[in-house]
């Protein structure tokens, strides 16, 4: 590959607005030089504000731009499937948003595409990357609180408002045919690919969902367990239609010897408890949550580095959301 990735973005959402974009053009040895949306406004208006060279209104026309070596995609999960093949059969690689299609058979797909390409694929599980959770690893990989033995975890969130679920930025999230599933399928990804960023390969996967609070046809509260092979075991509780005012994100590592507490989504703390002792490590906020991510991937597609997210990761994180909510026939 060249000695630069050039990145054309399909999609100009939310995501993409501080998160990720700006980034493209922060890290070594690449550029974001185009970017694509269907709304030919928005596309235009979008490489205006960030100083994008070239905007499209139309997917392949930018898939086929000799000038771009890279794809990012950021658009809802129902169209990750067909525009990850279609940018890897152009010989381009990818870096597409979680979660990275809307079922596992669909992430599928994805890998046997990359598989068969001479394109690369990663999956945005950008958490992994960042300080904090590198410093989490590295504190479990230390056995600083000695063996593992189980990891908790809940993430609670009162029920959207009615001005949220008429929210637009909002409702497709809700929506199990273009999202995959409800808030669940949005944030859970993050989670569970971190627990396969500490823990490796799972053994088993078991769990259960449903709707309690009837706002929308997804699933608003999921639990589910995982053993993996290294014989720790995972319990994950994800409720968001809670009572006003109610907010809880938090995962506790317990070893033999102490536990490691911290927030997923929060600010950047980790507390660490042993032999009656706290310590407390604190990270400050990125401006770009992505950088470190998008910086990692660049040099993997450069030959320089590892994929810092394979696609096996990503469909392993799928495969775990589709048995947790899984329906019994």
């Known amino acids: 590959m060249q000695n630069t990735i050039k990145w054309g973005m399909i999609g100009c959402g939310d995501v993409t607005e501080v998160k990720s974009g700006p980034a493209f053009n922060k890290v070594p040895n690449s550029a974001l030089i185009a970017v694509m ?14 100083r994008v060279p070239k905007w499209y209104s139309d997917t392949q026309a930018l898939i086929d731009d000799p000038e771009i070596n890279a794809i990012y995609i950021a658009t809802p999960p129902l169209s990750h499937q067909e525009l990850t093949i279609a940018a890897l059969k152009a010989g381009k690689s990818v870096y597409v948003e979680k979660p990275m299609a809307i079922h596992a058979a669909a992430g599928q797909q994805m890998v046997e595409a990359a ?3 001479n394109g690369k694929l990663t999956i945005a599980h950008y958490r992994r990357e960042q300080p904090v959770f590198k410093k989490i690893r590295a504190l479990i990989d230390e056995q600083a609180i000695g063996a593992v033995k189980f990891v908790t975890l809940e993430y609670l969130q009162p029920s959207l408002s009615p001005k949220e679920l008429a929210d637009p930025k909002i409702q497709w999230r809700l929506d199990p045919v273009i999202a995959g599933g409800g808030l669940f399928h949005d944030i ?23 709707n309690q609070g009837g706002l929308y046809q997804a699933d ?3 639990t589910g367990v995982l053993k993996f092979k290294n014989n720790v075991f995972f319990n994950g509780t994800w409720c968001f ?49 992505q950088q470190p991510m998008i910086e990692a991937t660049v040099r ?6 590892a994929n810092p997210c394979i696609g096996e990761d990503g469909l392993t994180v799928m495969e775990i959301i589709d048995q947790f909510t899984k329906k019994e026939d």
């Not at 239609?241 to 950047?268: E, R, W």
């Not at 993997?300 to 580095?305: A, V």
Request: proline share 5%; with cysteine; charged share 25%.
């Open 188 to 210: 859970a990804p993050h989670q569970l690919d971190l627990m396969l960023y500490f823990f490796g390969p799972i053994e088993k996967s078991i769990g259960i969902s449903g």
């Open 241 to 289: 239609d809670m009572p006003a005012g109610t907010q809880k994100d938090l995962c506790i590592i317990t070893g033999s010897k102490g536990t490691i507490s911290f927030p997923v989504f929060g600010p950047g703390k980790i507390e660490l408890i042993r032999d009656g002792k706290t310590e407390v490590f604190n990270f400050d906020a990125l401006e770009h949550v």
């Open 300 to 305: 993997y597609f450069l030959n320089e580095t």
């Open 220 to 222: 608003d509260l999921v």
């Open 37 to 50: 949306s269907r709304n030919a406004f928005k596309a235009e208006d979008y490489a205006r504000r960030h």
């Open 115 to 117: 598989a068969r390409s």
